[in-house]
């Protein structure tokens, strides 16, 4: 049986000026809030292609957004797939202008509400961000040539002094930072697994997504403190889930369907929660069906 979650959004499409004052307002279901990253958590979400991880992931970060203001959202999007609603002005920092220029060859799609998106060639990138409850900034590029620079300022991030305030970072596509040409291969430069580390006692969580099990640091997977699994074809993945502590792995059946394990403080794996997140007919008409 499905628990079925909604990401209830009273929107009419015929009044679009509505539209984005209804996205701000969008109303998660307490059964949705329950399985969002909490703050500190470092958050798995696999499955194979197209098994529904992105669109999870972004709801996500809407979730925390709605739920947790307060929190410096940080999202990492190497492939790239999520537009980001405005961009920095250059004299006024604080100030934002629409950015939706910038995606004017993209397919269409959803955009990210009330994001950021990061100059990451900037002097200063991440000055004048975060001043706005529940702004969400937004590192993108599919370049491999800018992905150094990105887990650079990801570092910085991670390592900056915040103090009384929550930090998430997303990667919607972890695994482009593992390749054996990028730069966190070298554990000192893998901010990824310094957040898994410490984040916890600072108030740093992540969410990483990825096609596949394999191929992720072992010492990241062993840290994860709640994993969503979508459909996934490899046993040889299932063989490290089970090797992670989740004794009763079985990729889930059915479209969009996942199934969501908790690790207790104590290393406790909980039983999971199979369910299938019932997402707004005017989203999903944003997306690319194929
Ligand atoms: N919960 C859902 N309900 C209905 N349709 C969905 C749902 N989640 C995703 N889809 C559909 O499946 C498509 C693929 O979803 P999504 O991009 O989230 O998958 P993915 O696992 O991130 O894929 P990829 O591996 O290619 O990045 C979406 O464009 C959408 O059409
Ligand atoms: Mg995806």
Request: glycine letters at 8%; proline letters at 4%; charged letters at 25%.
């Amino acid at each position: 049986m499905f628990c079925r979650l909604a990401c209830v959004i009273l929107l009419s499409r015929k009044r679009p000026n509505m539209r984005n004052w209804l996205l701000r307002q969008a109303i998660v279901t307490e059964q949705f809030r329950d399985l969002i990253a909490k703050p500190g958590e470092r958050h798995l979400v696999f499955g194979g292609t197209r098994a529904g991880k992105s669109s999870w992931i972004d709801w996500e970060m809407r979730a925390i957004q709605d739920e947790r203001p307060d929190c410096m959202q940080l999202l990492i999007d190497s492939k790239p797939r999520f537009r980001a609603e405005k961009e920095r002005m250059l004299l006024n920092v604080r100030a934002r202008r629409n950015c939706q220029w910038r995606y004017q060859h993209w397919q269409k799609g959803p955009i990210l509400p009330n994001s950021v998106l990061v100059d990451i060639w900037a002097d200063h990138p991440f000055r004048g961000l975060w001043h706005d409850p529940g702004e969400i900034a937004v590192m993108q590029s599919g370049d491999s040539g800018d992905w150094k620079r990105m887990l650079e300022l990801l570092m910085f991030f991670a390592r900056a002094q915040v103090t009384g305030r929550e930090r998430h970072i997303t990667a919607d596509e972890v695994l482009d930072f593992y390749g054996r040409t990028t730069w966190s291969l070298s554990n000192k430069n893998d901010v990824f697994y310094l957040v898994a580390r410490s984040g916890g006692e600072r108030a740093i969580g992540e969410t990483l997504g990825s096609q596949r099990v394999k191929g992720l640091p072992i010492l990241i997977r062993n840290m994860f403190s709640r994993i969503t699994l979508f459909h996934l074809t490899e046993n040889s993945d299932m063989a490290y889930l089970r090797d992670n502590g989740i004794d009763d792995v079985k990729s889930p059946d059915g479209d969009y369907v996942f199934r969501q394990w908790v690790k207790q403080p104590g290393g406790l794996v909980s039983q999971p929660v199979t369910g299938k997140l019932a997402l707004p007919e005017w989203y999903l008409n944003q997306l690319a069906s194929t």
